[in-house]
């Protein structure tokens, strides 16, 4: 009877360890289809509005979609700028039309016309093709970096949380989340001159050309009055730590010869932790 019962419970081991083998080697390939379900729509919608510059994935279809969805996408781009209601003359005179419209008609006829008229793939890439694929790939990555700044901050307001300490994290990290992406990408593609030059460029253009052009439209639309920046602790701190960041790295990157030592990357990202430690401290207490 106990011979029985130890083979009934053998048997029973060995079908469980079976089942949990089975479990293991499928998890993989079930992981993979799940991943593949979720990214169809990603990639199709990349494909509907980037340009691809290589001939060798050259689609007729996707080609004319590119004609047609890029234009409306950009124009969304502009909203700020240009509202999507703003009329135009366009065909008929003394009759307007709002600009979404003209945009849509436009870039559809020239998308039937691509796919009526082009059925070889180009033997070459065009420059302005690759030109086109950029400026789409980087409005995406500025879409989606908002999208993530709006969430956060609808998840701040719901929290309650000040907002100084808001404009330390969701606003930075939004406005970096972009650079973050391609510079990383930049490097493991091999490219570190590049990344690391991006990572410089990229502050500096925000500084120089989004800050200077926010000043000159806020200045002139009070003008003659003069415009007055809030002074906030928290702006000097930002400095310092600023400072302190970019003289280091003159001072450190020089020193190794124009290399980039592993531990400077620690120093870096703990000099980050302090200024947000700090800034959070300011921004709590402060209010």
């Not at 469980?16 to 919608?45: A, G, N, R």
């Amino acid at each position: 009877m106990l011979c029985i019962v130890w083979i009934d419970l053998s048997f029973i081991c060995n079908i469980t360890e079976f089942i949990l083998l089975e479990i293991v080697l499928m998890y993989p390939i079930l992981c993979l289809q799940i991943s593949k379900v979720w990214e169809l729509p990603v990639s199709t919608l990349l494909r509907l509005t980037i340009p691809q510059p290589a001939p060798s994935q050259w689609s007729r279809f996707y080609a004319s979609a590119n004609i047609a969805l890029c234009p409306l996408a950009l124009l969304y781009a502009c909203n700020s700028f240009v509202p999507l209601s703003h009329p135009i003359v366009f065909l008929l005179p003394n009759t307007l039309f709002p600009l979404w419209s003209v945009v849509f008609m436009t870039s559809f006829s020239l998308a039937f016309l691509h796919f009526v008229l082009e059925k070889e793939p180009p033997k070459a890439e065009h420059l302005p093709v690759v030109v086109v694929a950029f400026v789409m790939s980087v409005f995406w990555i500025s879409t989606t970096a908002g999208e993530l700044v709006n969430c956060l901050e609808a998840l701040g307001t719901l929290l309650k949380l000040p907002q100084a300490f808001l404009g330390l994290t969701v606003l930075a990290w939004g406005n970096s989340v972009g650079d973050l992406v391609a510079d990383v990408a930049v490097a493991k593609a091999g490219h570190p001159a590049m990344a690391m030059a991006g990572c410089f460029a990229g502050p500096m253009f925000n500084m120089l050309v989004g800050l200077g052009t926010a000043l000159v439209i806020q200045t002139t639309n009070i003008y003659p009055k003069a415009y007055e920046l809030n002074f906030h602790v928290g702006i000097v701190i930002a400095f310092v730590f600023l400072l302190l960041s970019l003289m280091g790295s003159l001072l450190v990157i020089t020193w190794s010869r124009f290399r980039v030592p592993r531990f400077w990357g620690f120093c870096l990202v703990g000099l980050y932790i302090v200024f947000m430690a700090a800034s959070s401290a300011v921004a709590i207490f402060s209010t």
